[in-house]
């Protein structure tokens, strides 16, 4: 497993922006899948984005053309997930984590097939 503290979290208007990081640490090599979640109270996770190691990028639809997942990755040891987003709606409020998996075998925007994740950090969308 590794190690992921996110941050970038806040309040924005609707049309506004924000980009949400991940410094994912640790032992950071093979085939990983790094995922962002979202979590509104009273409803499970739902998958946002995620990232193969490889660069393929697969998205939710409630966020495709306006959410945009990316990775810089430093000598193994630490890596940074961002979460760009554009455009941002009401409905996006939610807590937004960040997931991380390795031998990944294939994108999934399902919670349970993710082994890492972080604190969370807030996403407030107001009208």
């Known amino acids: 497993q590794v190690q992921l503290v996110e941050s970038g979290g806040g309040s924005v208007q609707a049309g506004g922006s924000l980009r949400l990081s991940c410094a994912a640490s640790?032992?950071?090599?093979?085939?990983?899948?790094w995922g962002w979640f979202r979590q509104v109270p009273g409803n499970q996770r739902a998958g946002v984005a995620v990232?193969?190691?490889?660069?393929?990028?697969?998205?939710?639809d409630s966020v495709k053309g306006r959410f945009t997942i990316s990775r810089i990755s430093q000598d193994g040891v630490q890596s940074t997930v961002y979460l760009q987003m554009n455009n941002l709606k009401p409905e996006d409020t939610a807590t937004y984590y960040c997931?991380?998996?390795?031998?990944?075998?294939?994108?999934?925007?399902?919670?349970?097939?993710?082994?890492?994740w972080g604190q969370g950090t807030q996403v407030t969308v107001s009208a």
């Open positions: 997931a991380a998996i390795s031998r990944c075998i294939g994108l999934s925007l399902i919670e349970r097939s993710y082994d890492s």
């Open positions: 640790g032992y950071i090599y093979g085939r990983y899948c």
């Open positions: 990232m193969s190691s490889g660069g393929d990028t697969k998205y939710a």
